[in-house]
Nanobody, 126 residues
Framework: QAPLVESGGGSVQAGGSLRLSCAAS????????IGWFRQAPGKEREGVAT????????SYADSVKGRFVIPQENAKNIAYLQMDNLKPEDTAMYYC???????????????????WGQGTQVTVSS
């Protein structure tokens, strides 16, 4: 499968907003899950927000609930992450991940996702 293509990272001050986008391919005839994960220096990759496309179910990390949204009405094979009220602790490399999803839920565990993008840096200054 072709790698995922992310865009939209950047640098903002605390309280600001960013919108990430991810384009996937190869999922036209199957249900899939797509989501956002992040990895800060010295830390493990963690799930941020994921979407099960056909069932419209989502999962969010507790640390981003109420601030980040992965819209549930996206064009096929495209996912966004709207990040509002950003905090310095949100600083990380953000990766898009995707997988086929034969079930209704949206896994948040990075190990469940075999397909990845190259990452896009998000830096939040205080």
């Amino acid at each position: 499968q072709a790698p995922l293509v992310e865009s939209g990272g950047g640098s903002v001050q605390a309280g600001g907003s960013l919108r990430l986008s991810c384009a996937a391919s190869g999922y036209n005839d199957v249900n899939y899950c797509i989501g956002w994960f992040r990895q800060a220096p010295g830390k493990e990759r963690e799930g941020v927000a994921t979407l099960n496309h056909d069932y419209n179910t989502t999962s969010y990390a507790d640390s981003v609930k109420g601030r980040f949204v992965i819209p549930q009405e996206n064009a096929k094979n495209i996912a966004y992450l709207q990040m509002d009220n950003l905090k310095p602790e949100d600083t990380a490399m953000y990766y898009c991940g995707a997988r086929r999803c034969p079930h209704w839920y949206a896994p948040l565990e990075p190990d469940d996702y075999p397909q990845w993008g190259q990452g896009t840096q998000v830096t939040v200054s205080s």
